[in-house]
Every structure is written in C-alpha cells, then in structure tokens.
C-alpha cells in the first residue's frame, strides 16, 4: 500500500447526504477530508462556509484540509482553527503578505500549506518553503470540480522536488484537480505525496472502493 495520502473532496459529495458521505470516509481507507471553501471572488464560484465545516467537522474522524480559495484569508484563520481545520491552505495569488499569513496559520496550531494556480511558477515560494507545511499544485484552474486535468502538473512536481531538496524542506506536495485512474500513478512518480480527488470518488459506482484502489497505487 503506498505511503501517498487519498484527501476526498467533499465539493463532489451529495449535500443532502452529507453526513452519509462523511461516514464513507470514515470508513474507508481515505487518509484526510479535503473541504474547498469558495468566496464567489478570488474564484468564480462559491462553495460552502462555516456552518457546514462545523457539520463535516462534528463526524469526521480523519484531519480536515482546508483548501481556501477566498481573497483575504488572514481574516479568518482563527475562525478555521476553531472549526478544527488542520491544515489550512491559502492561495499564493491572494496572499501579499504570505510570510506573515503563513506564521499565522501555525500559531494557531494548524499545518500550514500554499496553492498555486496553474500559472505560477514553483520558484516563487523559493523564500518561503522552509516555512510551508505543505503545497498544493492545483492541476486545474480553481473554482470547479470535475474539469480536466492540466498535463503541465507533471513538470510542476518535478521542479517543487527539486526545490525542496535544494532547501532541505520536508514539505509535502498535493495534487487538486482532475486526480483519476489515468494520472494518480504518474503523480505518484514524480513525487505527489497527496492526492485529491472529488468528481473521480463521488462520480463512481462504489466511491469507497475507488479510494481503495488510489490508496493501493505505490
Ligand atoms: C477545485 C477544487 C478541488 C476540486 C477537485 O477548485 O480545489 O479540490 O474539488 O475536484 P475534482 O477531483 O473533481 O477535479
Ligand atoms: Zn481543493
């Protein structure tokens, strides 16, 4: 069994069955929950909020990793930690002081991670990835589920690898969007130590079977 972790996105889940859902989970070999939180701003969309993290929060019996895509996330990185988030992503594009969001992430106890949009480049957190817990590459542009998965990811973890080895960093590396049968392995490959996968899990006939078989890619 490989040693990458599965993070499921509810995004795909079924709202009215939320609680079912969670319990799926629970109750399979998924390592993390993986929560995308939209403001309508930063992305053309908007997701869920608080209330129904605190919801998924009061039944989840795995880490929650809170994938923000809102403007202005220093706002709320208390209000996260509250709900139990533990790791708390922000978005490189709206942070423009990422340093000092980053040390607020984890002096409120959480893990703190970075995205990048699809058009940034890795050498941008050249500065900061001593100081970053993890790193999430969006393989598609951020705000949808279910779109296709950009080839050019490949290439992005080979340089993040590079990077973190240049640096001594021990950061992890996942992969949000457009995760399948068709690309997990060769993530896996060139490095991704977490994957995340909505439409793929929640799309299938036996969702918790189609974690299983992410789980067992080595
Ligand atoms: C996209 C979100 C993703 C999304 C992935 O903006 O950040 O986490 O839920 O969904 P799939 O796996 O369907 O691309
Ligand atoms: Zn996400």
Same mark, same amino acid.
């Given at each position: 069994?490989?040693?990458?972790?599965?993070?499921?996105? $509810?995004?795909?889940?079924?709202?009215?069955?939320?609680?079912?859902?969670?319990?799926? $989970?629970?109750?399979? &070999?998924?390592?993390?929950?993986?929560?995308?939180?939209?403001?309508?701003?930063?992305?053309?969309?908007?997701?869920?909020?608080?209330?129904? $993290?605190? =919801? +998924? =929060?009061?039944?989840?019996?795995?880490?929650?990793?809170?994938?923000?895509? +809102?403007?202005?996330?220093?706002?709320?990185?208390?209000?996260?930690?509250?709900?139990?988030?533990?790791?708390?992503?922000?978005?490189? &594009?709206?942070?423009?002081?990422?340093?000092?969001?980053?040390?607020?992430?984890?002096?409120?106890?959480?893990?703190?991670?970075?995205?990048? @949009?699809?058009?940034? @480049?890795? =050498?941008?957190?050249?500065?900061?990835?001593?100081? +970053?817990?993890?790193?999430?590459?969006? #393989?598609?542009?951020?705000?949808?589920?279910?779109? #296709?998965?950009?080839? @050019?990811?490949?290439?992005?973890?080979?340089?993040?690898?590079?990077?973190?080895?240049?640096?001594?960093?021990?950061?992890?590396?996942?992969?949000?969007?457009? /995760?399948?049968?068709?690309?997990?392995?060769?993530? $896996?490959?060139?490095?991704?130590?977490?994957? /995340?996968?909505? #439409?793929?899990?929640?799309? #299938?006939?036996?969702? =918790? &079977?189609?974690?299983?078989?992410?789980?067992?890619?080595?």
């Amino acid at each position: 069994m490989s040693q990458t972790l599965i993070a499921p996105s $509810i995004l795909a889940a079924d709202f009215g069955n939320l609680q079912r859902d969670v319990e799926m $989970i629970n109750n399979s &070999e998924a390592d993390w929950f993986h929560l995308d939180v939209m403001d309508g701003v930063f992305v053309p969309n908007i997701s869920f909020g608080m209330p129904v $993290i605190k =919801s +998924i =929060s009061l039944h989840a019996k795995k880490p929650l990793d809170v994938h923000l895509m +809102i403007v202005e996330p220093d706002r709320y990185i208390k209000a996260f930690a509250k709900l139990g988030a533990n790791v708390l992503t922000v978005h490189y &594009e709206a942070c423009t002081h990422l340093h000092r969001t980053l040390q607020a992430i984890k002096a409120e106890g959480m893990q703190a991670g970075v995205a990048l @949009n699809p058009h940034t @480049n890795i =050498s941008f957190l050249e500065d900061t990835i001593n100081d +970053i817990d993890l790193v999430c590459i969006m #393989s598609v542009n951020p705000g949808f589920g279910g779109q #296709s998965f950009i080839e @050019n990811t490949y290439y992005k973890v080979k340089q993040l690898k590079k990077l973190l080895l240049e640096k001594g960093a021990s950061t992890k590396i996942e992969i949000d969007g457009g /995760v399948t049968n068709k690309n997990a392995q060769q993530l $896996i490959d060139v490095g991704a130590d977490v994957l /995340v996968a909505g #439409s793929y899990v929640f799309g #299938s006939e036996n969702p =918790s &079977e189609t974690i299983k078989v992410l789980k067992e890619l080595v």
